[in-house]
């Protein structure tokens, strides 16, 4: 870390001096052995996303079938037919001289409720749907899948994206309440509840075998890993010295997109969907025991007026990471939670009653709402999460409309850009700037998306060229504004800020499969024009929001407020050609926008 590094990551947005701050004594500390529980407890919690976020596309595919009906014999008939005179009678009638699996579905002159099926085709199931009593599924790609053993095809054709819905449902539960959990127990607390949630949610659907059942659980399991990522994810960041933030968190998403690879590969070779469940879920087994051993965060503590618990967590640090303190540590931290009590009148620690909680929510929305930074925050990040969560998983789950003979390369091929999109944004974010990535990166995506639709169909390579880099740069503004969305809320609020957030992505998690599965079916054209005006439009935003790459998190709403305002006189001095001082509202002279040249 150069010296230039070193300067940048003191500087506030403070008009007071912040030398004993949180963030300097991070910097003191360093990033080293004391990070390296928290960073594997995130590394495994983003490794379980994969199969539950995008592994509808190989758990619950949509199989080509046929049907089978018609009334050939009934229950007043039935004993005088012998089994091959009806299977004569249907072949006469021509309902088994099918060669193809049409997915047509039997029409209303067709179907017959009284029908009594005595004996039926090899490799058909008897299903009890009038529109389709006997189906036969094509098993060449797929085993079995949620859709062919829970028969959602014709009249439960609906019921498909539910499949995924039900897991974002969970997801925007998990960040609305997960948030509340992380602020009020702690970020550690959080994870072990999750984890334990997660284990059961999936033993419960890969062996109860009941539609609802699978339902509820993916409810559960949305829950289960939103809150862990939530509060996981700030844990880490809380813990991460400034100059090291940007890496940390990029390098975080890697798992997930190495376990979208593997759950290809995986998959490639056990087509069975309960057995590729149970597979990609195994980390869950080396989680519970780490969620019990990672250190809780001391930013959290210290919020929490818990200084001694904060020293003692910080005290290992310091040994494990060998680093060397200026300073008495008990002294320097005893600075921190006065300056912090002093900042924060208004505790975080919750009232009991809900009614009072409420409340104080409202209350602290409102005040939120009169800061004109905190304002654009609050309006702008949301939109941009809604949009950028419905592209980036309409892509990733659109495979099976996409190219439906190979959905494994593919998948596959996601998870390379994936991995991509972090290598390339990585490096490039710190230089760059978190605006500039997010903004150019969501852009470029959306042009390239609705190019794809002019490229004739013989030209299918390009096709794939096309689609894979704009996932691969939608995927690369997903994972920097991964590391941008907590970095734009105080402490205070970081959590809740994070998960209200989260919740609004899960929304737009929520629509994508009803684009990719509902939406296809009346235009192949269709997501592609949705998903890449979606991703131009949200890219028109970025700009609103102020940059934070090598600045310290923001404490309380007046940090928030003077990063506003000097974001303002940045961009006033830059059009003027002026520079040296700003002035805030009252006419005094604000000393944190003097930054000695260094913008």
């Not at 490794?47 to 758990?59: K, R």
């Not at 829970?150 to 998990?174: D, K, P, S």
């Not at 997660?198 to 539609?211: D, K, R």
């Not at 995986?266 to 519970?288: D, E, K, M």
Request: net charge neutral; with cysteine; hydrophobic share 45%.
């Amino acid at each position: 870390m150069g010296s230039t590094e070193r300067r940048l990551s003191s500087i506030t947005v403070n008009a007071e001096s912040e030398d004993d701050g949180f963030d300097d004594l991070l910097s003191s500390i360093g990033f080293g052995r004391w990070q390296a529980i928290s960073v594997v407890v995130v590394l495994i919690i983003a490794a379980l996303l994969p199969v539950q976020m995008v592994g509808m596309t190989l758990i619950a595919p949509p199989i080509p079938f046929r049907c089978y009906g018609g009334s050939f014999s009934t229950a007043e008939n039935q004993s005088a037919l012998t089994v091959d005179d009806k299977l004569r009678e249907i072949l006469e009638l021509g309902k088994l001289n099918k060669t193809e699996f049409d997915e047509r579905c039997l029409p209303a002159s067709e179907q017959d409720e009284d029908s009594m099926w005595l004996h039926q085709p090899k490799n058909s199931i008897i299903t009890g749907m009038k529109s389709c009593p006997i189906i036969e599924y094509d098993s060449s790609i797929f085993s079995s899948s949620v859709v062919s053993d829970f028969h959602l095809v014709c009249e439960e054709f609906h019921m498909q994206a539910f499949y995924q819905i039900m897991y974002t449902v969970g997801g925007a539960l998990g960040s609305a309440i997960g948030g509340q959990i992380g602020d009020r127990f702690g970020r550690r607390r959080a994870v072990q509840l999750g984890a334990v949630l997660y284990l059961g949610g999936i033993l419960a659907i890969a062996f109860v075998p009941l539609y609802e059942v699978v339902l509820m659980m993916r409810v559960i399991l949305g829950f289960a890993n939103t809150s862990m990522l939530v509060t996981g994810w700030n844990m880490v960041i809380e813990g991460s010295p400034a100059t090291a933030r940007t890496l940390t968190g990029m390098l975080m998403g890697l798992p997930f997109s190495i376990f979208i690879m593997l759950l290809a590969g995986v998959g490639y070779f056990i087509r069975t969907w309960q057995n590729l469940l149970l597979a990609c879920s195994a980390p869950v087994f080396f989680l519970i025991p780490l969620s019990f051993i990672v250190d809780e965060s001391p930013r959290w503590l210290l919020q929490q007026n818990r200084s001694k618990e904060a020293y003692a967590i910080l005290q290992k640090a310091v040994r494990l990471n060998k680093a060397k303190i200026k300073g008495d540590l008990s002294t320097i931290v005893d600075k921190i939670a006065q300056r912090n009590r002093g900042k924060h009148p208004d505790s975080l620690v919750m009232p009991a009653s809900t009614f009072a909680t409420c409340m104080n929510g409202l209350h602290e929305m409102m005040e939120y709402f009169r800061s004109p930074g905190m304002r654009i925050i609050l309006i702008v990040t949301p939109i941009i999460w809604f949009f950028q969560s419905f592209v980036y998983l309409g892509l990733a789950i659109n495979a099976n409309n996409f190219s439906s003979n190979d959905p494994f390369l593919y998948v596959a091929l996601t998870g390379v850009m994936d991995c991509g999109s972090i290598l390339l944004s990585t490096p490039a974010t710190p230089f760059l700037g978190r605006r500039v990535m997010i903004g150019t990166e969501l852009f470029t995506g959306g042009v390239l998306l609705l190019v794809e639709l002019v490229v004739p169909d013989e030209y299918s390579w390009v096709k794939w060229v096309l689609v894979m880099i704009g996932f691969l740069l939608v995927a690369g503004a997903f994972q920097v504004n991964f590391v941008y969305a907590p970095e734009l809320f105080p402490t205070l609020a970081r959590t809740r800020g994070f998960a209200f957030v989260n919740l609004v992505g899960n929304v737009g998690f929520m629509c994508a499969p009803l684009i990719t599965t509902n939406l296809a079916k009346i235009s192949r054209w269709a997501p592609g024009v949705v998903f890449g005006c979606s991703g131009i439009l949200i890219s028109l935003l970025v700009p609103l929001l102020p940059e934070t790459n090598k600045k310290p998190l923001p404490e309380n709403l007046q940090d928030v407020e003077d990063r506003w305002r000097e974001s303002k006189f940045k961009y006033k001095s830059r059009a003027t050609g002026s520079e040296n001082l700003a002035y805030t509202h009252d006419g005094e002279r604000d000393l944190s926008s003097v930054r000695n040249g260094s913008f």
